[in-house]
DNA sequence: AACTCGGGGAC
DNA sequence: GTCCCAGAGTT
């Protein structure tokens, strides 16, 4: 665990030198922007939002302009950023600022979240931003960070591990320079420590990052928990024969594994034993269930029961073709096979 | 604590 | 295709 002195200098010495400056709602930064730039940044990338700040700053270039524009402007304007209740709180927010803050925005922290829109981070990111105020934020950039500097467990959507980001955030506040900081934060997860490659080998927390000590860049933060996937099985043939040749089977030009060669798969252990039967000379009776293999999908999981099975030959009115081969073990390697299929194979043949 | 809300970018 | 993005409000 590293000083928290030493993160905040080294990250704004970074900003510095290879932050984002030119931003669009940083020229000029007034709270009113910010604001706005801060609600249209909600799951949005900048990218995205520049053009839309732009055009709608152009239209409506302060708070009492918002808050006197009818709603269907405001929507007009917010037409392809998504989330369109942004668009009505924001809209409803200025009016309020009318009523209740003689038509600015409130410069504290419990008045900004009373707002429509405004939430704990955002009202930091206001408060730091407009007024170098010394308040947290917590976006998804702030929780990649921290999760990966201090090695913090678990999806940081989880209540219990967003509240310990948040007291880490409130820890690492500079004593100044915290409009910079925040942005710095920012611009730092966006750019830099990235959700995939993260510029690791130009990173000014290098020395610091625990999940970089641990080698654990990959893992950390947690991924959010997914819904369980479907659970499927399958039962496949090991067959061998007298040279030790293996029975493999086409499979079918849709589905998992279109067109690679695999190991005849049945739905059950009946299928399975009614299909040796019907191609195979031998005895069905003497079979070996191996350890079941699991594999995953994209969307659902697939646990495969292999059977290994010594057999004397495919029976005379099966020819050796509609999408069975027999293949030496040398041959494999040439073979187009599902991986879990291959691994199989090389264990059971080496 | 889980769900909803959009559209797009990165992979 | 999946996952995530400068989250917040509702249930």
């Known amino acids: 665990m590293s000083a928290a002195p030493d993160i905040t200098a080294h990250l704004l010495a970074w900003f510095d030198r290879h932050g984002r400056h030119d931003l669009p709602w940083q020229h000029p930064r007034t709270p009113y922007r910010v604001w706005l730039s801060e609600i ?5 990338q900048v990218s995205v939002v520049a053009g839309y700040f732009e055009r ?3 239209a409506l270039p302060d708070l009492p302009a918002l808050a006197r524009a009818p709603q269907d402007e405001v929507l007009a304007l917010w037409s392809g950023l998504g989330y369109y209740a942004r668009a009505r709180h924001l809209h409803t927010a200025a009016k309020l600022c009318l009523e209740r803050h003689g038509g600015e925005l409130p410069h504290d922290l419990d008045a900004l979240i009373a707002l429509p829109g405004i939430g704990r981070s955002t009202a930091g990111a206001i408060l730091a931003q407009a007024w170098g105020d ?7 950039n702030v929780k990649r960070v921290l999760c990966r500097v201090f090695g913090i467990e678990g999806w940081p959507g989880q209540p219990v591990v967003e509240k310990r980001l948040w007291a880490i955030a409130e ?3 500079p004593p100044t320079r915290l409009a910079d900081w925040t942005q710095a934060q920012m611009d730092f997860g966006a750019t830099l420590c990235t959700r995939a490659n993260p510029a690791c080998a ?5 020395d610091v990052c625990v999940a970089r000590r641990d080698g654990r860049i990959a893992d950390l933060p947690a991924p959010k928990p997914g819904k369980p996937l479907p659970q499927r099985e399958a039962h496949l043939l090991l067959a061998e024969d007298g040279e030790g040749r293996v029975l493999l089977q086409r499979r079918p030009p849709t589905g998992v ?5 695999s190991l005849p798969q049945l739905d059950d252990a009946a299928q399975a034993r009614a299909w040796f039967c019907d191609h195979l000379r031998g005895d069905a009776s003497a079979t070996q269930a191996l350890l079941p293999i699991e594999h995953a ?14 057999v004397e030959g495919l029976k005379p009115r099966i020819a050796d073709n509609d999408g069975l081969r027999w293949a030496r073990r040398a041959e494999l390697s040439a073979i187009g096979l ?13």
Do not use: N
């Open 171 to 173: 820890s690492l506040l």
């Open 257 to 261: 594994w279109a067109g690679l060669w």
């Open 202 to 206: 130009l990173c000014p927390l290098q």
């Open 338 to 350: 599902p991986a879990p299929i291959r691994k199989l194979l090389q264990e059971q043949t080496a």
């Open 56 to 58: 709608f700053v152009a």
């Open 297 to 310: 999908f994209s969307h659902y999981r697939l646990r495969l029961h292999p059977l290994r099975a010594r």
């Open 134 to 140: 010394p308040a947290p934020i917590l976006d998804g």
């Open 40 to 44: 249209m940044l909600q799951q949005t």
